[in-house]
């Protein structure tokens, strides 16, 4: 007698992530109620069970979705507004004026649409986010089906979300108390940077992180400025700081962590630290390569960000994957530094564990909710294909993404994003902020 489940899915090869290495040939997944009940080969999939919708992808690899373990989502509104500056220039002269001007409620909830259109189009089903008004993001990526950790941002400086560190917290967790238990939208504390936020304001947010049992997320040692201004104001650098304020610990995200030496990496590991590596960042600004391979070394656990389309100007995880491994090659002189099976683990498992979702999502296992993508290997371009997991990394681009299920909902088919808002009326509503940019 057949068992009744909500969808089969059968791909040529299916890619769990854990165990790690392994490819499966000719293997269906089935979901019920969200969860993923069942990993099997196909002729026994079919015959043990009898779902409501079979999706047939002879051509295709199945993967967990790509957890983006880094954004600002609704920056996607200045793609491209300032290019070919450093970091400081770009922050000072331009984003932050821009966002004074306009950041509000419309501009978040629709920067935030707009990201998550593209996310969910390259197979990202999670993102892990910073900004201002949370409440708003929430909303939207809730709407859109999507996996959020909402970053509940810490500052020293007013805007027109907040006044001062006090007043964010206490505005943030408001936003947490209203959304507390959904499904798939949780929350972090998330204090900007350690030049954007005093002790006193670090010491809150780490003090509400420990109280609400909340992650903790953070640019840190992003640029070779940043450290000599924490040594010249503060006698250490900022990964010593933070610890010292007792922010360091196995729920803090360390975002780009690029000028770390082996003390502060050694810092990291002590304390089990996550890195959020960005490369196309990291490389567009000019802020310098991550030392990814002592990061592997240390037994760091490293998931991979976007940062924001203002500054990257992509929200494209598959363009980071191969960024990150060529990275590692060419930085380290070493052609076996980060191999296409390990870049593929940060992409998902890494960025699941660094949110303490690790034993819902980020693999393909019984008992994990139902977030995954498939990706087509059926043109010309992609051929031939000696070993999937390397063609993902160094073949496939984020177009070759066909499916998206979050949590057994689909949001992208036959590469189709499924959202209220279609296209042209996103487009409309991005060309309207442009002009207002300007």
Request: proline share 6%; net charge negative; hydrophobic share 45%.
């Amino acid at each position: 007698m057949s068992i009744d489940v909500d969808f089969l899915v059968h791909p040529r090869w299916l890619i769990p992530v854990e165990p790690d290495r392994l490819v499966l040939t000719q293997h269906s997944i089935a979901v019920r109620d969200g969860g993923i009940v069942d990993i099997l080969p196909q002729a026994d999939a079919r015959a043990r069970y009898r779902a409501a919708t079979d999706y047939e992808l002879p051509d295709h690899a199945l993967i967990p979705g790509l957890v983006n373990l880094h954004t600002h989502a609704p920056m996607s509104l200045m793609r491209g507004l300032a290019d070919d500056l450093p970091l400081a220039r770009w922050l000072r002269e331009v984003i932050w004026p821009a966002e004074a001007r306009h950041v509000s409620p419309s501009f978040v909830r629709d920067g935030t649409l707009l990201a998550a259109h593209e996310m969910l189009r390259g197979g990202i089903t999670t993102c892990n986010d910073m900004y201002f008004f949370p409440g708003d993001e929430a909303e939207v990526l809730a709407e859109a089906g999507m996996r959020a950790v909402i970053g509940l941002i810490v500052l020293d400086f007013p805007s027109a979300w907040a006044n001062d560190p006090d007043d964010y917290l206490r505005r943030g967790l408001a936003v947490r108390d209203k959304w507390h238990g959904h499904p798939r939208i949780a929350f972090s504390i998330a204090p900007h940077a350690p030049y954007s936020v005093s002790d006193a304001g670090l010491e809150r947010a780490a003090y509400f992180a420990a109280e609400l049992d909340l992650p903790l997320h953070i640019h840190i040692h992003e640029t070779a400025d940043e450290i000599a201004t924490s040594l010249a104001s503060h006698g250490v650098r900022p990964l010593a700081r933070l610890e010292r304020l007792g922010l360091l610990g196995p729920g803090l995200t360390a975002v780009h962590a690029v000028h770390t030496s082996e003390h502060d990496l050694a810092l990291l590991a002590h304390h089990g630290c996550s890195v959020a590596h960005c490369p196309g960042s990291n490389m567009k600004l000019a802020s310098g390569i991550a030392p990814l391979p002592a990061m592997l070394r240390h037994g760091i656990n490293i998931g991979l960000g976007t940062d924001s389309a203002a500054s990257n100007n992509r929200l494209d995880l598959f363009q980071e994957m191969r960024q990150c491994a060529l990275l590692a090659k060419v930085g380290s002189l070493d052609a076996t530094a980060a191999p296409a099976h390990t870049v593929l683990r940060m992409a998902t498992l890494g960025g699941a564990r660094a949110l303490g979702l690790d034993g819902a999502i980020g693999s393909l296992e019984i008992g994990k909710r139902a977030d995954f993508c498939a990706v087509a290997f059926d043109s010309p371009s992609a051929s031939p294909c000696f070993d999937p997991i390397s063609h993902l990394i160094y073949v496939c681009g984020r177009e070759q993404v066909t499916h998206v299920w979050v949590d057994g909902e689909i949001r992208v088919q036959n590469g189709e994003v499924l959202l209220q808002t279609n296209d042209n009326e996103l487009l409309a509503l991005v060309s309207l902020w442009q002009t207002r940019l300007v």
